[in-house]
């Protein structure tokens, strides 16, 4: 049988090996993809780390994959060999449950995980659901589009949910792997964009990237700053910082909301008058589905959004993941095959 390539963790906080495995067979209801590019995201720590609760090893982490559709299982009529497509986050739903009753397929209870409850895209070739798959525009380059299947669903579909119009106030808290598309998203939306930032280092990039205003937070007050400027509408918190989250709170026009998107453990802390007067808000928001994706992917391909990538070749999975750890990135890591 022909071979592939995978990077997989073969327990719980060891380091990637490199391996040569069967190329899978997908099964009913399921399309084998042969991957071109697969973003690494802070996530993946999820599988590396065993932090994920029930998951089985040895597991291949990934889903922020780019690709195309290689073979089809039975029973599959919808997509065909040679589709370009994607996975994200969303790897199936169960669709008995009551949140899928309702359409609400983004809150399964039964929710899989690409790259958590079965293998993503940290090799060569990998088997997907079909209701995991989205549909990816030709024009878009693989390792472009591959950050798109998460970072860029997630700040994306938050901001177009998030009851901000046309010229309203929204700040982007964080200029990294999610804030640095969020600024580009918001822009192009049409909204008047606030970057907040540690040091005068990001005020150039933050602008190039679309914001108008930059907030050093080092040297100035961040909610205070958003005061002046009549209050923001929305405040995209992608940085995964509690405390940073805390102290923007303030900074929130009637009405607003801190719109939360960097997953961080410890607590927000908010007192009951600040969100009292004003009618404030703290909502937050997971990502989203793959026609949510394909909408994420379809407004990039006409509006120009891209992530700033660094590439890095499948046989160096380790080498990729430790240089999203470390927070240098500029500002996506993407594996290529």
Avoid at 62 to 79: L, P
Avoid at 103 to 127: H, P, R, T, W
Avoid at 233 to 244: D, E
Avoid at 264 to 293: C, H, M, Y
């Amino acid at each position: 049988m022909p071979k592939m390539k995978v990077a997989q963790v073969p327990k719980a906080g060891a380091d990637f090996e490199i391996v040569e495995r069967e190329i899978p067979q997908p099964g009913p209801g399921q399309v084998r993809i042969r991957v071109q590019a697969c973003g690494i995201c802070h996530s993946d720590m999820l599988t590396k780390e065993g932090a994920w609760p029930g998951i089985v090893y040895p597991r291949v982490p990934g889903h922020e994959v780019a690709g195309v559709i290689d073979q089809a299982g039975a029973g599959v009529t919808q997509w065909t060999k040679g589709q370009r497509v994607g996975v994200g986050w969303h790897g199936g739903q169960d669709g008995t449950c009551l949140a899928c009753r309702h359409g609400d397929f983004a809150n399964c209870a039964n929710l899989k995980v690409s790259g958590i409850n079965y293998d993503g895209g940290y090799q060569e070739y990998m088997v997907a659901p079909v209701e995991a798959l989205a549909r990816m525009p030709e024009s878009l380059d693989a390792a472009e589009a591959a950050p798109l299947m998460c970072a860029g669903i997630t700040t994306f579909n938050a901001l177009r949910h998030s009851g901000a119009m046309p010229s309203d106030l929204v700040a982007v808290q964080g200029i990294g792997g999610l804030g640095h598309l969020g600024i580009q998203f918001a822009q192009k939306f049409g909204y008047k964009v606030a970057a907040i930032g540690r040091g005068p280092e990001n005020s150039a990039l933050a602008k190039k990237l679309g914001a108008s205003v930059y907030i050093d937070s080092t040297a100035k007050n961040p909610a205070e700053e958003l005061k002046k400027l009549g209050g923001a509408r929305v405040i995209l918190a992608t940085a995964p910082n509690s405390k940073s989250m805390t102290a923007l709170i303030d900074g929130l026009g009637d009405n607003g909301t801190l719109l939360v998107v960097g997953a961080a453990f410890d607590p927000i802390e908010v007192s009951p008058l600040q969100i009292i007067q004003g009618r404030k808000n703290i909502q937050g928001w997971p990502g989203g589905i793959p026609t949510d994706s394909e909408d994420t992917l379809r407004f990039a391909e006409l509006s120009g959004v891209r992530p700033m990538i660094e590439k890095y070749p499948l046989a160096k999975a380790g080498e990729a993941y430790a240089r999203m750890m470390s927070g240098k990135a500029q500002f996506r890591v993407v594996l290529t095959m």
